[in-house]
């Protein structure tokens, strides 16, 4: 009894084992088959739409980068200052350098074709940041959300400023922020608490300009504003333009749009504080056509662009406003800027730029005393003598309505 007893103990105790290793055996592939049915399924991915091929306005970088920048098409200004238009060919950037573009990266998320050394710009999280897929923000743009800064100096309150409050200011009068170098009782009696003296040398030196740089860079900070443009006297704002232009990027996140008046990066010298130099290349906006930043960038910039230190910075690097705002952004903040074809000065032959192609841009300028023939070529009711800028005659075309306009017809380029 004792010997069977031993056996059924023996028995029993094997058919456990077995028993275990069978259970064993089943968990995982159990688990397994719950957690996969537990798992959603993958979205299909939307292809993109195909684009139009051998557009006109289309720029290609020496990588063969092709960069759509926002649609061209019908576009007004409603009476709040938003942007409408209507979708069609795409406009196009390039930057100097074919690494140096915005493009949609795979999953919509990283956004930026990363040169060295640069960051590249991220969309909000589970999304894309608006402009390089040619998204537009939820919340249309007005023109209230741009500060529009003019940079000016007292004798030209006449001859320049005239211009620009008879034109484009007059339809952006509350936006325009005119930065000057004295006082001008008839110039603030016209536009209210948006004139600045900045009490900065008359002078066009270095420090000077930078001195008014600070003090447009402080206004932007305080007015809360979405978009801080830098424009001079002698610029054109196509407002529709402008606001189509902005509408294609998130305040938010870093943006520096402009034109460079070189074709490569410059080179300066930064001085260092055990009074030796390092040697930096970066890319800038001349400000003679205009510039745009995001709010989101100009906050970062506040360490060496606030409160006066704008100035200190410039004087690290010995060159002008312009150049500073470059250095800021692209050396130290190691953002790029966006190349764009859209901004204009006088420094380059305006002549150049298609008739039918003037009231899609941004900004316009003219030739001062020296190249007085360096204008836009565009047909109208003034002829050259009447409206040697031609800012009457794009005024004209965009805003017929205006009081003083001519009855609006065909004209000839």
């Not at 275990?20 to 537990?38: E, F, K, N, T, Y």
């Not at 795979?106 to 960051?119: A, F, S, Y």
């Not at 001859?159 to 008879?166: I, K, N, T």
């Not at 003598?385 to 009855?407: A, G, M, N, Y």
């Amino acid at each position: 009894m004792h010997f069977a007893s031993v056996g059924v103990s023996k028995l029993c105790f094997l058919f456990s084992l077995a028993l275990c290793a069978l259970l064993l055996i089943l968990i995982p592939v159990l688990q397994s088959s719950q957690r996969q049915g537990d798992l959603p399924l993958p979205r299909p991915h939307a292809r993109p739409p195909p684009g139009r091929k051998g557009s006109a306005n289309t720029l290609r970088n020496p990588g063969g980068l092709v960069v759509p920048l926002w649609e061209t098409g019908a576009a007004t200004v409603g009476k709040n200052g938003s942007y409408t238009g209507q979708g069609g060919a795409g406009d196009t950037i390039r930057n100097g350098d074919p690494l140096r573009g915005r493009t949609a990266g795979q999953g919509g998320r990283d956004l930026h074709v990363q040169g060295p050394g640069r960051r590249g710009l991220r969309g909000p999280e589970g999304g894309s940041f608006p402009g390089a897929l040619g998204t537009k923000s939820r919340d249309p743009l007005e023109l209230k959300d741009i500060f529009i800064a003019v940079k000016t100096t007292r004798k030209y309150h006449k001859s320049r400023l005239e211009l620009l409050f008879q034109t484009w200011v007059s339809r952006a009068k509350e936006q325009t922020y005119i930065f000057t170098d004295g006082n001008d009782q008839e110039l603030r009696s016209r536009t209210g608490a948006n004139v600045i003296n900045t009490n900065c040398s008359a002078a066009h030196t270095r420090q000077a300009l930078c001195c008014k740089m600070s003090v447009e860079y402080d206004k932007f900070i305080e007015s809360q504003k979405k978009w801080f443009c830098h424009m001079d006297d002698d610029n054109y704002v196509i407002l529709p333009g402008l606001l189509k232009l902005l509408s294609s990027y998130h305040p938010s996140q870093d943006v520096y749009l402009g034109r460079p008046s070189l074709d490569h990066p410059i080179e300066a010298a930064e001085r260092v504080k055990s009074d030796g130099t390092v040697s930096v290349k970066f890319w800038f906006a001349t400000g003679g056509a205009g510039f745009c930043i995001s709010r989101g960038l100009a906050l970062k910039m506040s360490p060496w662009a606030s409160l006066g230190n704008f100035i200190s910075t410039a004087e690290k690097i010995r060159l002008p406003d312009d150049c500073t705002i470059g250095y800021i952004i692209e050396a130290l903040l190691e953002v790029s800027l966006t190349h764009t074809q859209l901004f204009h000065s006088h420094l380059e032959n305006l002549q150049r730029l298609p008739s039918d192609s003037v009231l899609e841009q941004v900004t316009l300028s003219y030739g001062g005393f020296e190249n007085r023939r360096n204008v836009v070529s565009i047909g109208g009711p003034f002829s050259i003598i009447e409206d040697p800028s031609r800012f009457k005659t794009v005024h004209c075309q965009l805003f017929p309505d205006t009081d003083w306009c001519p009855r609006r017809r065909t004209y000839r380029h």
